[in-house]
Every structure is written in structure tokens, then in C-alpha cells.
């Protein structure tokens, strides 16, 4: 199916780029065209453009394993696609030195690796690191941005606590601080809402609507992709299998066509459009696979000792 023309989004905006009649329109913050890319010999992307104009949230959906990791990780360069473009600003993103390309794009990050316990104001001040000096040395100025992030992000009373130790939804608010300290011209998030409660989940993506930057999220839930992105790019298998204003690139027989659940579409009170949705049987009997498609065997019973994760699991389970 082709996804036809990008319509412009109809979701509320706290600002964004001038229009009115006769105006150019100005060159997206990121486009990318054509990304095609395989691992191995298992093609993921499949010439799939996107792009995203200052302003505007543009969620990225698709069920998965439908290559929503992929392309985001093509779009901020940490991965090199087999084929296509990608235009930060009109320019290639391959001609930016990384510093540069750091500057402009923040990727959300899921979680902060590493052994040293930091500090959330540590962490948030990371995001500082591609606009310090030579020597790396904190300014004023990047102390205030940082706290004001965190404080944007309803977390500056968490500033002295130890990241590590903080539950799930504060990490989240942190890491998204960290995101704004770095001021881009871009975020990137993926899965921004995993873990969150209903709340928290609101809450997040309030904070990225009311900041009013070009961003790509990816999102499972349909629903908050509904509320609060501008366009929608629906991937399915690699393909873009649908992409506009999430009226029309969400209209529930596509939903119900690329996630094999049947949709119904209903208006929430404030206008915006929302889905129920009823799983359906698959279509073919049972889900277990027949012995033969089993591509393992079977490992020997007769005095063979259990993998010591499996030992440890059914001795859990016998303190249940
Ligand atoms: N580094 C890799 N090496 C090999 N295969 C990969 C790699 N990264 C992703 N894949 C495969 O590419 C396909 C797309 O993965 P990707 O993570 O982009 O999907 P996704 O849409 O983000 O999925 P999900 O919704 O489950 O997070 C999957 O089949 C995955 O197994």
C-alpha cells in the first residue's frame, strides 16, 4: 500500500514553524529518504522516508520487530544504512563531526550504563558535554540549564539522589531532563513511556509537547501517539505502511490490518481520537508449533544437570 502524500499534523502545538499563504515552507529539521538497511540477510528497512519539521512530534509506530529501533538508530547516525539519506538541517548527517551532530540531536537514552554511581544532577549535566569547553569544565550557565531541565521536568528535588537508585518513572523524568539540557534541535526518544504508569506516562509526554522541538518518538501505545504527536509514521515489515495526521494515518482498518487486532476508533471528550481494541484469534488453530518446525532438540534428562538459571528458578518456586 503506498502511504501517500505527508499531510500536515492536527494535534495541539504549542507554537512551530510560520505558515499563511505565500510563505516558504521551511526546510524540515530532519529528513531522511529511502533508509533501506539488512542485518545480515534479514532486510528491516525497506525504503522508508521520514521526516520532521521544527516543532512537531512525529511518532514512530509499527509492530515488533517492524524496524522502529532501526531507523532511529540510522537517524542520529549510530547506525549507517545500506542505502538512503539522512538531511539534519538540509545537510547530510554523514558531513557532521560527532560533536556537531551532538549539539543538534539528543537521543533519549533507555538507561545510563556504567560502574561509577552518579548523581542525577551528574547525569543531567552530561547533556551539557557537547557545548562545554576544551577541557570539558561546567559553567554556570550549564549548571542553570541543567537545573531548569530538571526542574521542567518536575524532578529537581530529586537533583542529589543517586540515578541508580531511583524508581523507573524518575529515571525517565531525569533522563529526559538530560535530553533538554542538551538543548538540540532534535530529539529522538524511544519508548520514552516503557514502564511508566498511566500518569507518568501522560506526564512525559506533556513535557516533550510543551518544549515544542522537533521530535521522533517511537510508541507502542496508540493511543498516546493519538494524543500527542502532530503525524504519525506507521512501519510494518520495514515499510512505511501508513503516515499523516494520526486521524489519518491511524484510521482503524489499517490499525486493525497491521496489528491483526480489530479496532474501533471512539472521540474522547476534548475531540482527539482514541481506540479500543478486542484481540482476535489467530487464524490457524493452535499456537504451538508442530514438532518438526522446532528448530532446537531436545537436551538429555537421564543424570543431566539443569542450567544453573533453571536450577535457580525452580528452587524459587518452591518457596512460592
Ligand atoms: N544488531 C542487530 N543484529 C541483527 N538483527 C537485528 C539487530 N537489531 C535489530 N535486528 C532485527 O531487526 C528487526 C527490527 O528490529 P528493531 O529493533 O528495529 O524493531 P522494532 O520495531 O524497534 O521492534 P520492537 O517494537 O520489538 O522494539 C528485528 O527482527 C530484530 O531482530
Redesign the pocket.
Same mark, same amino acid.
Not at 62 to 73: D, E, I, Q, V
Given at each position: 500500500m503506498s502511504p501517500g502524500p505527508d499531510v500536515p499534523g492536527t494535534a495541539p502545538r504549542a507554537g512551530g514553524a510560520p505558515s499563511g499563504p505565500g510563505a516558504e515552507p521551511p526546510a524540515p529539521v530532519l529528513e531522511a529518504r529511502g533508509l533501506t538497511h539488512a542485518? =545480515?540477510a534479514?532486510p528491516?528497512l525497506r525504503g522508508v522516508d521520514l521526516r520532521v519539521d521544527d516543532g512537531e512530534i512525529v511518532g514512530l509506530v509499527?509492530?515488533?520487530?517492524? =524496524?522502529?529501533?532501526?531507523?532511529?538508530?540510522i537517524l542520529h547516525r549510530e547506525l549507517v544504512p545500506d542505502a538512503g539519506q539522512v538531511l539534519l538541517e538540509g545537510r547530510d548527517l554523514g558531513g557532521y563531526a560527532g560533536r556537531e551532530r551532538a549539539q543538534r540531536i539528543a537521543v533519549m537514552a533507555q538507561e545510563i550504563s556504567g560502574e561509577v554511581p552518579l548523581t542525577v544532577a551528574d547525569v543531567v549535566l552530561l547533556g551539557r558535554i557537547p557545548h562545554s569547553g576544551t577541557f570539558g569544565s561546567t559553567s554556570d550557565a550549564d549548571l542553570q540549564i541543567a537545573a531548569r531541565a530538571l526542574e521542567d521536568c518536575g524532578a529537581l528535588h530529586l537533583a542529589r539522589r543517586e540515578f541508580g537508585l531511583l524508581s523507573g518513572g524518575e529515571k525517565q523524568r531525569v533522563l529526559i531532563a538530560r535530553a533538554l539540557a542538551q538543548q538540540p534541535r532534535l530529539l529522538l526518544m524511544?519508548?520514552p513511556t516503557n514502564h511508566l504508569d498511566i500518569g507518568s506516562q501522560h506526564h512525559v509526554l506533556r513535557i516533550v509537547r510543551a518544549k515544542n522541538l522537533a521530535t521522533i518518538v517511537?510508541l507502542?501505545d496508540l493511543n498516546l501517539a493519538a494524543r500527542y504527536c502532530d503525524r504519525v509514521v506507521v512501519?510494518a515489515d520495514?515499510h512505511v505502511q501508513s503516515k499523516g495526521p494520526p486521524r489519518v494515518a491511524l484510521a482503524a482498518h489499517l490499525v486493525s490490518a497491521t496489528y491483526g487486532v480489530a479496532a474501533e476508533r471512539a472521540m474522547a471528550d476534548d475531540g482527539i481520537t482514541q481506540f479500543l481494541f478486542r484481540g482476535q484469534e489467530p487464524e490457524h488453530g493452535s499456537s504451538t508449533p508442530a514438532t518438526s518446525a522446532i528448530p532446537f532438540t531436545k537436551t538429555p534428562t537421564v543424570g543431566a544437570t539443569p542450567p544453573a538459571d533453571t536450577a535457580q528458578e525452580t528452587t524459587d518456586d518452591a518457596h512460592r
Open positions: 542485518f =545480515g534479514k528491516v509499527g509492530p515488533n520487530g517492524s =524496524g522502529k529501533t532501526t531507523a532511529l538508530r524511544d519508548e517511537v507502542h512501519l520495514g
